[in-house]
């Protein structure tokens, strides 16, 4: 048997191999089921013809390039030239066009650095945080964009160059709304939740109502379960009220001219979903794609709810602008798509139907996993010219000092699971990856923001050196590392653990390890004691030692690594034992819903994150 896969037209490997080298063959069967996923038959040759473009080229910027054909080259800003087969022309960065005589589909042509911008310092460190954990005494039950400033404002003052926070991403505002901010409606607009009402435009007007608002808003600070269905009614109350005084600012049109249809797109979308659910793919007929009979009439006579939609997005646009002023916020970009959401339902001709992506089973989790999160069809995405993933980007960026790309191995490939059929059913898809790379270096180089590829679980064979060629920063977490710090690379950003895994505490202390038991939650326990032990070297080797110091210890370890960016979690920071999310835990589980437990007021008094800040400095 071959002991590489191979890849057909359509982007499908026959084969893969898991984290112990076991082949695993792509039954027919799941061949099939992901074909028709793409919208094709089992049969059909090639993949067909569609969408705007007929090729992509990528080029480097400001470097000679030879014409494959004659015809009238079109540059993004609107200036045309003719060409000759052969010429040798000079593209300046961005995405032009090249129409030769007689076809009717454009080359688009990607004009990209190739490389991402690095951090603009040797040596950065910082924090990472859940925004929605992180609340002060004003928040109405969530952290909000007021936290972040005010997180910032703290990190600064510790010497900080950094802030990595999860995705801000929109849910589609119908209850119950969207815990995981993984699980996005839309990755190109923010979640309403996260606006800070106190500081909105027109809540100063907005009358005796909205202090009302607040006070059982911060009332819910009580609870360290978050409840986004409370929150969001008491926000879309406040928050009707203040549009109502400031739906004709100035500023909010200039936004909405500049944002243009995806803004417009995005806000009938939500519009609609409060008249008629959250699944697009329920609604009547003729509002289930953009460019259906109804939507327009529909968009006229619900204009002022779709004005109030758009104006919510201005008001984050304008609270994280200033949050992430003087400070790197890196922002995080999810993998996939909630098939339900604005983004599917403006894109669906471009996605998969009937399969979720995912990852096969590895050390951690050797039942494999199912993200639930829909995939764009490769051969369809580039047809399109990549504009939504430049559009995604993009957004991501826009107020960004650097970009976390979860799960960058799916630029790579991607593991499509068939729905109902279990990750044992999945194969993966690879999509144009010199291309996808090409637009993330031009994109991040016009936003000044460095790049982080999160390459955790089982990586391909030279995924990782083709990242550090392009400058995106690998990222190594300390308690997966078999070698010490001072062994990883330069190119990296490092920290001890993320999200997904036991904070210090609740892995020292078993806590995390006994909350899964009672979760019902598989665990490799044996991989759980290896984390436990690699945690102890880099403590020090006492294993008796108090949680925090060890905390300190380890941070003290990670400050060694010659790594580009150093990060430590606001929950190692403040000694919490439960992580954020437990991957496979039950509905009724807070997975994504537990605020931290000390106030932002009080980081200040706070021992253990400022001894944390000192051995992390010490390294920049």
Same mark, same amino acid.
């Given at each position: 048997?071959?002991?590489?896969?191979?890849?057909?037209?359509?982007?499908?490997?026959?084969?893969?191999?898991?984290?112990?080298?076991?082949?695993?063959?792509?039954?027919?069967?799941?061949?099939?089921?992901?074909?028709?996923?793409?919208?094709?038959?089992?049969?059909?040759?090639?993949?067909?013809?569609?969408?705007?473009?007929?090729?992509?080229?990528?080029?480097?910027?400001?470097?000679?390039?030879?014409?494959?054909?004659?015809?009238?080259?079109?540059?993004?800003?609107?200036?045309?030239?003719?060409?000759?087969?052969?010429?040798?022309?000079?593209?300046?960065?961005?995405?032009?066009?090249?129409?030769?005589?007689?076809?009717?589909?454009?080359?688009?042509?990607?004009?990209?650095?190739?490389?991402?911008?690095?951090?603009?310092?040797?040596?950065?460190?910082?924090?990472?945080?859940?925004?929605?954990?992180?609340?002060?005494?004003?928040?109405?039950?969530?952290?909000?964009?007021?936290?972040?400033?005010?997180?910032?404002?703290?990190?600064?003052?510790?010497?900080?160059?950094?802030?990595?926070?999860?995705?801000?991403?929109?849910?589609?505002?119908?209850?119950?709304?969207?815990?995981?901010?993984?699980?996005?409606?839309?990755?190109?607009?923010?979640?309403?939740?996260?606006?800070?009402?106190?500081?909105?435009?027109?809540?100063?007007?907005?009358?005796?109502?909205?202090?009302?608002?607040?006070?059982?808003?911060?009332?819910?600070?009580?609870?360290?379960?978050?409840?986004?269905?409370?929150?969001?009614?008491?926000?879309?109350?406040?928050?009707?009220?203040?549009?109502?005084?400031?739906?004709?600012?100035?500023?909010?049109?200039?936004?909405?001219?500049?944002?243009?249809?995806?803004?417009?797109?995005?806000?009938?979308?939500?519009?609609?979903?409060?008249?008629? /659910?959250? @699944? !697009?793919?329920?609604? *009547?007929?003729?509002?289930? +794609?953009?460019? &259906? #009979? %109804?939507?327009?009439? $529909?968009?006229?006579?619900?204009?002022?709810?779709?004005?109030?939609?758009?104006?919510?997005?201005?008001?984050?646009?304008?609270?994280?602008?200033?949050?992430?002023?003087?400070?790197?916020?890196?922002?995080?970009?999810?993998?996939?798509?909630?098939?339900?959401?604005?983004?599917?339902?403006?894109?669906?001709?471009?996605?998969?139907?009937?399969?979720?992506?995912?990852?096969?089973?590895?050390?951690?989790?050797?039942? /494999?996993? @199912? !993200?639930?999160?829909? *995939?764009?069809?490769?051969? +369809?995405?580039? &047809? #399109? %010219?990549?504009?939504? $993933?430049?559009?995604?980007?993009?957004?991501?960026?826009?107020?960004?000092?650097?970009?976390?790309?979860?799960?960058?191995?799916?630029?790579?490939?991607?593991?499509?699971?068939?729905?109902?059929?279990?990750?044992?059913?999945?194969?993966?898809?690879?999509?144009?990856?010199?291309?996808?790379?090409?637009?993330?270096?031009?994109?991040?180089?016009?936003?000044?923001?460095?790049?982080?590829?999160?390459?955790?679980?089982?990586?391909? @064979?030279?995924?990782?050196?083709?990242?550090?060629?392009?400058?995106?920063?690998?990222?190594?977490?300390?308690? $997966?590392?078999?070698?010490?710090?001072?062994?990883?690379?330069?190119?990296?950003?490092?920290?001890?653990?993320?999200?997904?895994?036991?904070?210090?505490?609740?892995?020292?202390?078993?806590?995390?390890?006994?909350?899964?038991?009672?979760?019902?939650?598989?665990?490799?326990?044996?991989?759980?004691?290896?984390?436990?032990?690699?945690?102890?070297?880099?403590?020090?080797?006492?294993?008796?030692?108090?949680?925090?110091?060890?905390?300190?210890?380890?941070?003290?370890?990670?400050?060694?690594?010659?790594?580009?960016?150093?990060?430590?979690?606001?929950?190692?920071?403040?000694?919490?034992?439960?992580?954020?999310?437990?991957?496979?835990?039950?509905?009724?589980?807070?997975?994504?819903?537990?605020?931290?437990?000390?106030?932002?007021?009080?980081?200040?008094?706070?021992?253990?994150?400022?001894?944390?800040?000192?051995?992390?400095?010490?390294?920049?």
């Amino acid at each position: 048997m071959s002991t590489r896969a191979v890849t057909d037209a359509w982007g499908i490997d026959d084969q893969y191999f898991d984290v112990q080298g076991a082949s695993h063959a792509l039954s027919h069967d799941a061949r099939g089921a992901l074909l028709r996923a793409m919208g094709l038959d089992p049969s059909d040759p090639k993949p067909p013809d569609v969408g705007p473009f007929g090729d992509v080229i990528v080029v480097m910027a400001e470097a000679p390039w030879t014409s494959p054909s004659a015809g009238e080259l079109r540059l993004e800003d609107g200036s045309k030239t003719n060409v000759t087969a052969g010429q040798t022309v000079t593209l300046p960065l961005g995405y032009h066009e090249l129409r030769a005589a007689g076809t009717d589909k454009p080359v688009r042509v990607i004009a990209s650095p190739g490389r991402c911008p690095l951090p603009p310092k040797r040596r950065a460190w910082g924090w990472a945080a859940q925004l929605y954990a992180t609340r002060s005494r004003t928040s109405w039950g969530i952290g909000d964009l007021r936290d972040l400033r005010l997180l910032k404002d703290w990190a600064r003052k510790q010497g900080a160059d950094a802030l990595l926070v999860n995705p801000l991403v929109a849910a589609t505002p119908v209850p119950p709304i969207e815990a995981s901010p993984y699980y996005p409606s839309s990755r190109r607009f923010m979640n309403p939740l996260y606006v800070c009402v106190d500081e909105a435009p027109g809540a100063s007007e907005a009358g005796p109502e909205v202090e009302r608002l607040a006070a059982e808003g911060r009332a819910l600070n009580a609870d360290r379960r978050i409840d986004r269905d409370v929150v969001f009614s008491l926000k879309m109350r406040a928050l009707e009220l203040c549009f109502a005084k400031s739906a004709r600012d100035s500023g909010f049109a200039a936004y909405r001219a500049q944002q243009g249809p995806p803004l417009q797109q995005f806000a009938i979308y939500c519009a609609l979903a409060e008249r008629h /659910g959250r @699944d !697009w793919r329920t609604w *009547p007929e003729d509002a289930r +794609r953009p460019d &259906a #009979a %109804g939507v327009e009439a $529909f968009a006229h006579e619900q204009a002022p709810r779709v004005a109030f939609h758009a104006w919510l997005q201005w008001v984050l646009d304008a609270q994280l602008a200033d949050a992430a002023r003087d400070l790197a916020v890196v922002e995080d970009l999810p993998i996939g798509l909630d098939v339900e959401g604005a983004d599917a339902w403006c894109w669906q001709a471009l996605l998969a139907d009937d399969v979720s992506v995912g990852a096969p089973s590895d050390a951690l989790n050797p039942a /494999g996993q @199912d !993200w639930g999160l829909t *995939p764009f069809v490769p051969f +369809r995405l580039r &047809a #399109a %010219g990549y504009q939504p $993933f430049i559009e995604t980007l993009r957004a991501t960026m826009r107020h960004a000092g650097g970009l976390r790309i979860d799960h960058v191995m799916g630029l790579f490939r991607l593991f499509w699971i068939p729905r109902g059929g279990g990750p044992e059913s999945g194969g993966f898809v690879r999509p144009r990856t010199d291309e996808l790379l090409a637009i993330v270096a031009l994109e991040s180089a016009r936003a000044g923001a460095f790049v982080v590829g999160e390459d955790l679980g089982t990586v391909e @064979d030279g995924v990782r050196e083709t990242l550090a060629k392009r400058q995106m920063l690998s990222y190594r977490l300390a308690i $997966f590392e078999p070698n010490p710090p001072v062994e990883y690379p330069e190119l990296a950003l490092a920290s001890v653990t993320t999200h997904d895994l036991p904070t210090i505490v609740g892995l020292w202390t078993g806590a995390d390890l006994a909350r899964a038991r009672d979760a019902g939650v598989p665990q490799n326990e044996s991989g759980v004691a290896e984390l436990r032990r690699r945690l102890a070297t880099l403590a020090g080797g006492q294993d008796d030692q108090p949680a925090a110091m060890a905390a300190e210890k380890v941070h003290a370890s990670l400050a060694t690594s010659p790594c580009r960016v150093l990060l430590a979690t606001l929950e190692d920071a403040l000694g919490v034992e439960e992580r954020p999310n437990l991957p496979g835990a039950p509905a009724t589980f807070p997975n994504w819903s537990l605020a931290l437990p000390v106030v932002l007021d009080d980081f200040d008094a706070q021992e253990l994150p400022n001894r944390i800040a000192k051995a992390l400095a010490r390294a920049s």
